[in-house]
Antibody
Framework: QVYLVESGGGVVQPGRSLRLSCAAS????????VKWVRQAPGKGLEWVAA????????YYADSVKGRFTISRDNSRNTVDLQMNSLRGDDTAVYYC??????????WGQGTTVIVSS | DIQMTQSPSSVSASVGDRVTITCRASQGIRSWLAWYQQKPGRAPELLIY???TLQNGVPSRFSGSGSGTDFTLTISSLQPEDFATYYCQQANSFPLTFGGGTKVE
């Protein structure tokens, strides 16, 4: 069975950091680009960051540029999202997803990040 | 950035109805368009990619069409399990962008 599992979410104070991790099972994540997508409570989907299969190319939404860093460890079959200087509007469910032919065909169950004092 | 505008934002429909959702891109994206279904408390699921290619396992009552700036998702005969929110997403260029969603209720 093919799936992704996110971890690392939690409650954090504004200005602090959190690191999310995305692990793959049932397939080799290193062969695919990976995206992080978030969804604030009651809102729509927002793309956050992307990394190419080999880690050479990284892209960020303007809302997180300079604060978030995406990385991957292909030896561990994982992709991480380092989130610094967190703000209240970063509160959301964060999903990682595998890219394929322009669509995101495998998604994790999501991990919740709450930024609050 | 490419803006994706979905309409309607919500639609009231009954089982057996034909439902059509449209998505308009602020600039041409060729066929780099995907559609997702999301149910409450669940991750989105890919329905269609490349504007019209059905993802494996997705029922054939779902179909997609369009290219350039105007796209359509059609559910030919709405089933009880299809009540959900649907999103379009352009994959032509970064930043990737999603439509605002259409709730089918």
């Amino acid at each position: 069975q093919v799936y992704l599992v996110e971890s690392g979410g939690g409650v954090v104070q504004p200005g602090r950091s959190l690191r999310l991790s995305c692990a793959a099972s049932g397939f080799t994540l290193s062969e695919h680009g990976v995206k992080w997508v978030r969804q604030a409570p009651g809102k729509g989907l927002e793309w956050v960051a992307a990394i190419s299969y080999d880690g050479r190319n990284k892209y960020y939404a303007d809302s997180v540029k300079g604060r978030f860093t995406i990385s991957r460890d292909n030896s561990r079959n994982t992709v991480d999202l380092q989130m610094n200087s967190l703000r209240g509007d970063d509160t959301a469910v964060y999903y990682c997803a595998k890219g394929s032919m322009g669509g995101l065909d495998v998604w994790g169950q999501g991990t919740t990040v709450i930024v609050s004092s | 950035d490419i803006q994706m505008t979905q309409s309607p934002s919500s639609v009231s429909a009954s089982v057996g109805d034909r439902v059509t959702i449209t998505c308009r891109a602020s600039q041409g994206i060729r066929s780099w368009l995907a559609w997702y279904q999301q149910k409450p408390g669940r991750a989105p699921e890919l329905l269609i990619y490349g504007a019209s290619t059905l993802q494996n396992g997705v029922p054939s009552r779902f179909s997609g069409s369009g290219s350039g700036t105007d796209f359509t998702l059609t559910i030919s005969s709405l089933q009880p399990e299809d009540f959900a929110t649907y999103y379009c997403q352009q994959a032509n260029s970064f930043p990737l962008t999603f439509g605002g969603g259409t709730k089918v209720e």
